[in-house]
């Protein structure tokens, strides 16, 4: 039988145990795509006594790095652990040994993942990262390989499970944002520390790789405009459902000419768009080719086994490899120069919802601001409020540029007639 790949493992959580389990339910196939047989050789933990929900050789467990990244026969790192720096410095450490690596860590990838990968491919080590963005959905390697004759120019997508699983339960069952981020800690989706999840930094991560890759160019995170959901209300999914919108935490990068925006904020779609039917933990990236036209990658966006199955893919990859003699060539330099847009260049919709004074006039007023700056309106609806004399007012606008709209919204705010602009939430997806 041929000498076996030996695996160390740094963290055994949700996606380590599942990286476990695949590996051994799957020696079989495993054996049959590479020809010899995955062992993992070490494990790094925090607690060796810790109770797990996979069986392992308490032999394999350390709580010593060096004894898994240093072990001269360990050929493949796979890092399912997190962490940053002291992360990045172990990775680096076991790329400068020769040491393939995978891993599932964005925060890792969206900040130095080019310095990573450039010290991969001067060791001539493969360094695979697909489930860091989308979980069990094969999109890096999509991009990378099934399009790589075409020229993207825009991707959008639902790319964090944990806020997708909160924004369909609150607006499919009227749960308590609370009590749902609570669910999907309890079921391995969310990160350990949530509020990345929920204030979109997670998410402005995956963007940030995906554009990277989609547009060759060296998109940073901080290129990134975030905001997370923890504002959304249930009045506001309320008002969505009634003009037929869903709300969903959407990324979008896109490409004009050589111009590019990178973003991620809550959104409302119309309800027959694609992403709009994306739900729970599910996430779903949308891509536009300008030869390809449109294409949808949908699957599961987080959880044990569907990120587990991107890594071992990924560890996959990196043994046929080994079998070639071709490691070394994941990194592919940015080929353009990065240009971002100026607020002034990127257009959309927006949903806004104001408290206004119900007052003669009032409405006149608003509608001033707006036609000033040439923004039209699509919808308005007019409510009054329990609230002593106050009205609400919700306006969908036409295509409008962020940077008249962000100067419309200060506007509103300085209006003695507005009481408060009560939320405002990008429109996307509909026939422009
Ligand atoms: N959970 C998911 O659905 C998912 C999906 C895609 C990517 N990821 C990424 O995968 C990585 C792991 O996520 P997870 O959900 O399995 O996290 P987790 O918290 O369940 O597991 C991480 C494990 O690593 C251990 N660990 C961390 N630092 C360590 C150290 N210095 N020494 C020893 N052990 C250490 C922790 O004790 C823990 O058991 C993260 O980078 C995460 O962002 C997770
Ligand atoms: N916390 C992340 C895990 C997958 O990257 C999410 O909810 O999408």
């Given amino acids: 039988m041929e000498k076996p790949i030996l695996v160390g493992l740094l963290g055994l959580g949700t996606v380590g145990s599942g990286v476990v389990k ?20 070490k494990i790094l933990v925090r607690d060796v006594h810790k109770p797990r929900d996979v069986a392992v050789d308490p032999a394999l467990l350390t709580t010593s790095a060096a004894d898994v990244i240093d072990d001269p026969d360990i050929n493949v790192i796979i890092e399912v652990m997190g962490g940053v720096e002291e992360t990045k410095e172990w990775l680096l450490r076991a790329l400068r040994q020769g040491k393939h690596v995978v891993t599932a860590n964005k925060d890792l990838m969206a900040v130095y993942g080019s310095e990573l990968l450039r010290v991969a491919a001067e060791h001539r080590c493969d360094l695979f990262y697909e489930a860091s963005v989308a979980g069990g959905i ?103 459902k009634r003009l037929g919108y869903t709300m969903k935490l959407i990324g979008i990068a896109q490409r004009d000419g050589q111009k590019v925006e990178v973003s991620v904020q809550p959104t409302f779609l119309p309800d027959s768009h694609p992403l709009a039917s994306v739900h729970n933990e599910y996430n779903a990236v949308y891509v536009y080719g300008e030869a390809v036209g449109e294409t949808m990658f949908y699957g599961p966006g987080a959880g044990s ?105 200060q506007q509103l705010g300085d209006l003695e007639i507005v009481e408060r602009v009560q939320s405002s939430y990008r429109v996307e997806g509909e026939k422009r």
Avoid: W
């Fill in 305 to 409: 086994l569907p990120t587990a199955t991107a890594v071992v893919s990924d560890l996959v990859a990196v043994m046929k490899n080994m079998r070639l003699g071709v490691n070394g060539h994941s990194a592919v330099a940015p080929q353009y120069e990065k240009q971002l847009k100026a607020p002034a260049e990127i257009f959309s919709k927006y949903f806004l919802r104001i408290h206004v004074k119900d007052q003669v006039g009032a409405f006149a007023k608003i509608t001033t601001l707006f036609s000033q700056r040439g923004v039209s309106f699509e919808k308005i609806l007019q409510l009054p409020l329990k609230e002593n004399g106050l009205a609400e007012i919700v306006i969908v606008t036409h295509d409008a540029s962020q940077q008249d709209y962000e100067d419309i919204l």
């Fill in 22 to 41: 695949i590996i051994e339910n799957h020696q079989e196939k495993l054996m049959h795509q590479v020809g010899c047989p995955v062992k993992v050789k």
């Fill in 138 to 240: 094969p999109i890096l390697r999509s991009l990378v390989d099934g399009l790589a004759s075409d020229r993207i120019t825009k991707l959008m997508g639902i790319v964090n499970g944990t806020t997708n699983y909160i924004l369909t339960k609150m607006s499919q069952n009227g749960a308590s944002y609370e009590a749902v981020l609570a669910e999907a800690q309890a079921l391995g989706f969310a990160e350990a520390d949530p509020t990345s999840d929920v204030e979109g930094l997670d998410a402005a991560r995956k963007m940030a790789i995906l554009a990277r890759l989609g547009f060759s160019m060296d998109i940073d995170l901080d290129d990134v405009q975030v905001k997370g959901i923890t504002e959304v209300t249930e009045e506001d999914l309320n008002y969505g």
